[in-house]
């Protein structure tokens, strides 16, 4: 379903999980720039509402497109939205947990995880790509996550998807390095949304002082991407932490690379000799 509410600025930003949480304040956000916007979740109604509100406020156009991206048919309808859109702007921010011991959620729940943080994620970063290369620029920004950096029980689907989403964001960032198209990778912590209990789990799985608001993790975002960060870790104030990982990531990747096989492996070398 397509709907419309409210005049045109800056070009079209489309934020998908609009209806709540962090995409409604990216929606909010991107509107008070002047963007017009095209905003994507399943629940009609929240999204009809948020339209009304930003089209009165911020006075863009503001059409919302109601669709489960976790399914092939309404992710296709979306893309050729995002095409015909011709937008400057992603926020590729929807995304579910699927949280629980793995063996007893169902296999659906955990496919769930993978179609809507992976898959459509994906494709939606390939429809814009290709406007943005004809234009020559444009605006990416996938949200991850810093479980991304931590492989967690309870959260395996979960924290491998964001794993995907670190690493497809960084090797389109390589792609792309030497355009004008911007590519932001946003990773944050905790943030008090309906996150966990869309998730089905407790809202309060980490201590009360770790969360930040979604109007915080956005602005901050906002800052990252002003500044021409390419990862954003909000809550992370020591920068040199994200460069020291990178260096071992680095030196990690050389050793791999070594073309020998280490000393501990080499057990037939032995009776060989
Ligand atoms: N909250 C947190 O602690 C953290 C969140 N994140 C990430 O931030 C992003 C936004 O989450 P957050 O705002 O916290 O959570 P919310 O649950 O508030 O928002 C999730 C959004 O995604 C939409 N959505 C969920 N499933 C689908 C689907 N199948 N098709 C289309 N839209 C869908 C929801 O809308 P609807 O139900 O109407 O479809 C909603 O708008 C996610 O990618 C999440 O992984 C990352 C780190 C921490
Ligand atoms: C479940 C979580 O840990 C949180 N949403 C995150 O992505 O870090």
Redesign the pocket.
Known sequence: MVGQAGGDATGVAVV????????AVYADRLAARGHDLLL????AD?LRQLAQELSDRHGVQVQTAT????EPESLARVEALVRESNAVLLVN?????GLGPTAAISADRVENVVR??ITALSRLSHAVLEGFRSRGAGTLVN?G???ALSPSPSAAAYSGS?AYVLNFTRSLQAEYADTAIRIQLVQ????R???FT?AGVSESVFPEDSYLT?EQLVDAALAGLDAGELVTTPTVAETGIWEALEAARLAFMEAARSGQVAERYRVGEESLA
């Open positions: 998908t999980g609009a209806s709540s949480g962090i995409g994507v979740a399943r629940r929240r669709a489960d991206l976790a921010n929807a995304g579910a947990g809507l943080n949200i996550s810093i479980i964001k944050p912590g905790p943030i949304t309906e996150f869309a979604a």
